[in-house]
């Protein structure tokens, strides 16, 4: 579908013309349809064409055939002197790297002349991705916008706007180090360098004078309307899906999840500004998507429920936590008529939910799929995860038997209704992600290793392979069950770059520019897989992502690192009087 097309069928976007005003790209490194699912992108996109002087346009990805052109105007990217990413995910690492070369701008930042203008731009970058681990994108970037952008993007674009207007933007340095000096959250790669020991590994970052040793993220700390949708559109991921989150942040503490700790401290908004967020919605807008159900209460849950009952509203989510399944919500659910409804055991057995922390036991998961079941809700989807820390064949052959356990109480209520049950169970390779408990673990192997050392990445890779086929077998001559599920040497790169360093972007790069594969670059640069994914990292190391600075001690998460062999829980986080990670510290 072309631009104008696009353009047409969306709800709430901008359009100003280019008179008088400072033209900034806004970029998504992967599709259209992806980037206007990210509700991170919109808000970003909403908060810079909502300033005066200046016309935020977008850019997406549309693969290495199509020209990189503007959505709104159908401008090349030599066009904007502010160039902005917002990166979810390290599977889109690659395109950043092919847009600068599709865009004509020098792809390293070294390589960009001293001042900044529409041919050699500033290229800033934030979103999640980039506060778990900017280090694999750091040498594409002038500068990083570490955590959430709402209490810094706006004084730094009015801050460069002023510069770029009085002609003040000589000496790309200078200015960078002006940006990281007055403004929260800023990191310029330029200005850190990152160094070595004679084995290869890293070991540490090196400042310019005067700079700190870390940068800490922005994080917003009170909220009185909830971030929601800004533009509405079919051709999303979500089609005209009205986002509203409920808060940021989780307090579960799963041991494997990012999400729980760079987010930190947890924070769920307080219903009447998730209303709030709820009510800026269009009238003629019925489906509401919900973002963070897993962190929210009992309370808070069964009042939305009745408001968009009430409202008239159908709701849809990515998942559900088991234990949340109840009440107004299970009536919401009904009456929203969709199509499958996914619960994450993320473990395959109780064992491993407690090694992961997960806090979920299987009378909490056969209780959730009976009662979705008698909701009318007889497509059930379970995410499962494989390569966890200490898995073994038996907790795989437990999570085989209790989806013969769900089918057995599901299938009943089904023909009574006359309707057929089917589950689907999604299987994905555990990643090793910075800012978890797990961030110390080899990605792929079950057992620890000795601090430092390395297992074999096609050993690791074989092992996930054979827990797949595993399951596979299981549930072969089970009907109406299906399996879906990753590839793992695909999800292999992912852990590289999840633990990766500046060393990589030269890997980026070459794919980029020669179609090299990722192995075939890591070879030509004198890189291993196993030097990044597969190594067993140690308490007290120097890691690449320890540039951030969230708040987290080390040593908190080597201590949840030994509590998971140990099978020990830790409690939810209690920001009111739980001082054990540090985020609440200072």
């Known amino acids: 579908m072309d631009r104008h097309s696009l353009l047409e069928l969306e709800r709430g976007s901008y359009r100003k013309k280019w008179t ?46 199509l020209p990189l052109r503007s959505l709104e105007s159908g401008r090349t990217l030599d066009n904007f002197p502010l160039v902005f990413f917002s990166v979810s995910f390290e599977h889109d690492y690659l395109n950043i790297a092919r847009l600068l070369l599709a865009g004509s701008v020098p792809p390293f930042a070294e390589h960009r002349q001293d001042t900044v203008c529409a041919s050699q731009p500033l290229v800033i970058c934030g979103g999640v991705a980039t506060f778990m681990n900017p280090e694999p994108l750091a040498p594409f ?43 929260a959250g800023c990191y310029a790669p330029a200005l850190y360098t990152a160094t070595y020991d004679q084995q290869g590994s890293f070991g540490g970052h090196i400042p ?29 991921e979500f089609a005209n899906l009205y986002l509203t989150e409920l808060g940021r942040g989780c ?23 998730i209303v709030k967020g709820l009510a800026e919605r269009a009238e003629s807008v019925e489906r509401i998507g919900l973002l963070g159900m897993e962190m929210a209460d009992h ?27 109840s009440g107004p919500l299970l009536n919401l659910l009904e009456k929203s008529r969709l199509k499958s409804v996914a619960i994450a055991p993320d473990g395959a057995s109780e064992r491993l939910r407690r090694v992961i922390n997960k806090g979920l036991t299987a009378d909490d998961l056969l209780a ?70 797990f961030q110390f673990h080899p990605f792929g192997l079950s057992q620890r290793l000795v601090p430092g050392e390395a297992g074999d990445s096609a050993a690791a890779v074989r092992a996930l392979k054979g827990k797949i086929k595993f399951l596979q077998q299981g549930l072969k001559k089970e009907a109406n069950v299906r399996m879906t599920g990753d590839k793992p040497e695909h999800v292999l790169f992912q852990a590289v770059l999840a633990r990766g ?7 980026l790069f070459d794919m980029a ?67 054990r990670c540090g985020v609440c510290n200072g």
Not at 397 to 421: N, S, T, Y
């Open 251 to 273: 307090s579960r503490g799963c041991r494997f999840c990012a999400a729980g700790f760079i987010y930190r401290p947890p924070r769920l908004w307080d219903v009447d500004a």
């Open 299 to 325: 309370e808070s849950l069964a009042f939305l429920s009745s408001y968009l009952l009430d409202s008239g509203c159908s709701l849809a989510f990515s998942s559900l936590r088991a234990d949340r399944i």
């Open 368 to 437: 959730a799929a009976e009662g979705l079941a008698r909701a009318g809700l007889y497509k059930l989807k379970l995410y499962l995860m494989i390569g966890l820390p200490t898995e073994t064949l038996q907790d795989l052959d437990e999570m085989l038997e209790l989806i013969r356990q769900i089918k057995e109480r599901i299938q009943p209520i089904g023909r009574r209704q006359g309707r057929l049950c089917e589950i689907t169970l999604s299987v994905n390779s555990f990643t090793p992600k910075p800012w978890t408990p």
């Open 208 to 236: 310019a004078p005067g700079l700190p040793d870390r940068i800490k993220k922005v994080t917003v700390l009170n909220c009185d309307r909830a971030a929601h949708s800004q533009v509405l559109t079919p051709n999303a």
């Open 513 to 579: 520019s020669q179609d090299l594969t990722w192995k075939q670059a890591m070879r030509k640069n004198g890189l291993e897989a196993e030097q990044f994914a597969v190594r067993n990292y140690s308490c007290n190391e120097p890691l690449p992502w320890n540039i951030v600075d969230h708040g987290i001690k080390q040593q908190y998460l080597w201590d949840e690192y030994i509590k998971a062999f140990a099978e020990k829980p830790t409690m939810a986080c209690n920001t009111k009087n739980c001082r």
């Open 141 to 183: 970037v002038d500068l990083f916008v570490l955590g959430e952008a709402e209490p810094v993007l706006v004084s730094l674009v009015s801050f460069l706007a002023t510069r770029i207007k009085e002609g003040k933007i000589a000496g790309r340095p200078d200015l960078l180090k002006e940006i990281s000096l007055a403004f």
């Open 20 to 65: 008088g005003q400072l033209p900034i790209a806004l970029i998504y490194p992967n599709s259209y349809a992806v980037g206007m699912s990210s509700l991170g992108f919109q808000l970003v996109y909403s908060l810079l064409a909502a300033m005066e002087g200046i016309v935020c346009e977008r850019f997406f990805y549309s693969g290495p055939d």
């Open 501 to 507: 360093d500046r060393r990589l972007a030269m890997v």
